[in-house]
């Protein structure tokens, strides 16, 4: 087959089969972005002509990108909003799409506390499953022989709900695990997974852990490779095979399941693969994992390991050192960017440093519009796919099949140069986010209304807040936030409690995104916030230290979040007390109304 130099394989690896064709696909997409771009544009603008949004704006049959992009405005969720809510509340008439609504996708993005909901039809799903049928063929030009073990994937569904019209609102994941395309997907040599869909499957995330590791220690010689979608997901599952070792052993030991696991459809799946005793790999596992040290546990457990699959881009970059510290330094592959809007591209040199990844959006998904970012004004114009420019800064803009239009993602990506005629992108970052341990995601103004619910507390006795910062923990796992305090306790006699601080704790969490709270609650991948109370003048020290590296005094302003570690051990360095949320916050899949 001929391909562009850049796809041929490093290691000598000749396609075959269908990879021959999904890399003709990704000539053909990057060869002609341009092309398929107004081709994309002129389908949506033609299906929707006749809904409700696009009628608004008097495009008149129109389905060309000037004529669209002087009449329809760039929006953000909070524009669409009353759309959104009317078909959530049943409405089924062509509000945002032609094509019926099939089910709400909920973000990790959220709105006034509560997950965004995005518009999704069912042909969006086909969209999906052809991005990830891409996968594999690039990864195989890389890393050859993947058809020769399996894939220890640690993969979730999350709580769903009902909206009051009677749509599914779920995770974009939990939607995909579910559906007849991942369930019933024909053998594929090169994606097989140790976990059987009914751990995957199980809305228990404790029971689906504990037997997707056990399968993954059961077979351990045959992992070839190792992921989770997200980073933190990956150690999330190194902390539980930490905590939890012992019970698996013990379950390899004797040949019978825990009775930690209840559910029919695990036990079933679970008697077919956990057949017999195993001494001799449940002393292998205690061995191994009854070590204080466990740098390069990935690698001794799982000897035939040739990468990780993780996203490590974004806010998960903080979590490399750590992959790095229990892989013994296994590439780590990050193989799309993708999101509930839409998927986006992929990685068309998965195995590269994490510094180096960038994604080719492929121009068949959506319409894909960006907004220079360092001089974004209300007038900007909005620069096409094709024409973007190396070394810029962009937030990207979609118009989706399923009838977002012009709408703002709140990525920041950066052009790296091209491949074909298809623009490259590092993910810079998401717009707002102060502090994320997993998919949560902290804004500011969030923070700011936490710590100002939780002073509530301390009000009586007369203690303020005077200056607080935060950071995202991510050395234990899980991660947590913490957030330091300076106070100013008016009797300095009866400074708060701990219980009181506790109790500030709590509330704080209480106060942040159904997010965070179900993160905490139903995933527990995250642990209990942690208030940090310092000496008074740590922030005046904290202003003094920027100030000796070149702040402005006059426009000096307290970081809300801080990272840098000169910072973070100045702040510890002066901590005179601290203290963790002594319970769970509320959190249920139902939205607030
Ligand atoms: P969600 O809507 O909850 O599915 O989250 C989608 C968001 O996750 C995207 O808009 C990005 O901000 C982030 N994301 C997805 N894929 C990647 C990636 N490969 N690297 C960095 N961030 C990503």
Redo the contacts with the bound molecule.
């Keep these: 087959m001929t391909v562009d130099s850049a796809l041929r394989s490093p290691v000598n690896y000749s396609p075959a089969g269908k990879d021959v064709k999904a890399l003709r696909f990704i000539e053909e997409m990057t060869r002609n972005v341009d092309f398929v771009q107004k081709k994309v544009i002129r389908e949506i603008l033609s299906r929707n002509s006749e809904t409700e949004y696009l009628k608004r704006f008097g495009l008149k049959g129109f389905t060309d990108r000037k004529t669209f992009k002087s009449k329809v405005p760039v929006v953000t969720y909070d524009d669409l909003k009353p759309e959104i809510q009317r078909i959530a509340n049943g409405d089924r008439s062509m509000i945002l799409s032609s094509h019926p609504i099939t089910e709400f996708l909920t ?3 959220t709105s006034a506390g509560e997950r965004k909901l ?1 518009p999704t039809i069912d042909e969006d799903m086909d969209r999906r499953q052809l991005l990830y049928s891409l996968l594999m063929p690039v990864m195989n030009l890389y890393v050859p022989g993947l058809d020769k073990g399996k894939a220890l994937y640690f993969l979730f569904v999350k709580a769903e709900s009902k909206t009051p019209g009677g749509l599914p609102a779920r ?2 994941l939990t939607s995909y695990y579910k559906s007849e395309q991942f369930k019933r997907r024909p053998y594929d040599p090169y994606n097989v997974y140790t976990s059987p869909n009914e751990a995957i499957l199980c809305p228990d995330s404790s029971q689906s852990m504990y037997s997707q590791m056990l399968c993954g220690l059961l077979m351990r010689h045959e992992v070839l490779r190792l992921g989770a979608v997200f980073a933190s997901g990956l150690l999330r599952a190194i902390g539980f095979l930490q905590t939890n070792w012992k019970e698996l052993a013990d379950d390899i030991s004797t040949g019978t399941l825990s009775s930690r696991i209840s559910d029919p459809a695990i036990k079933e799946s679970m008697s077919k693969i956990l057949t017999k005793p195993d001494q001799e790999l449940a002393d292998f596992i205690t061995s191994v994992c009854c070590q204080d040290n466990w740098e390069g546990i990935i690698t001794k457990i799982w000897p035939n390991t040739k990468y990780l699959d993780v ?1 490590v ?4 970059a903080q979590y490399i050192p750590m992959l790095e510290y229990y892989s013994g330094g296994l590439p780590m592959a ?1 193989t ?6 839409s998927y986006f591209g992929i990685n068309m040199k998965p195995i590269c440093k994490p510094s180096e990844v960038s ?1 080719t959006i492929m121009p068949n998904m959506a319409y894909f519009e960006f907004l220079p970012h360092e001089v974004a004004t209300e007038q900007s114009e909005l620069v096409e796919l094709a024409d973007v420019e190396v070394g810029k800064e962009y937030e990207l803009v979609i118009t989706t099949y399923a009838g977002l239009n012009r709408y703002r ?3 920041i990506l950066q052009v790296t140069g091209f491949y074909n005629y298809a623009p490259q992108f590092k ?1 810079v970052r ?1 717009k707002n986010v102060l502090l994320s341990i997993e ?1 949560d995601k902290t804004d500011e103004a969030e923070l700011q209304r936490a710590v100002e619910n939780a002073s509530v507390l301390l009000g009586e006795k007369g203690t303020r807040v005077i200056e607080y910062t935060s950071y995202a923990e991510t050395k234990t796992i899980p991660g947590h936030y913490v957030i330091y305090w300076e106070l100013l306790v008016k009797d300095q006699t009866k400074p708060p409690s701990d219980e009181v601080m506790a109790q500030c704790c709590l509330e704080m969490e209480e106060s942040l995104n159904s997010v965070y709270r179900q993160s905490r609650v139903a995933d527990k991948s995250i642990g209990p916030l942690e208030i940090r109370v310092v000496k008074n003048g740590t922030f005046e020290e904290l202003m003094d230290y920027a100030i000796s590296r070149g702040a402005s005094i006059n426009q000096y302003k307290v970081p809300r979040c801080v990272s840098f570690t000169p910072i973070t051990e100045l702040l510890d360095s002066r901590v005179v007390s601290t203290h963790f949320s002594p319970a769970l916050p509320h959190w249920s899949p139902e939205r607030r109304r």
């Excluded at 881009?313 to 998960?316: D, N, Y």
């Excluded at 799309?336 to 809007?341: I, L, Q, R």
């Design positions: 973000s990790s993005g995005m995770p974009v996203i881009t974004g806010a998960m990050c799309m960017y993708a999101s509930s809007e994604y993602v709140g990525d993910f998401r998919s």
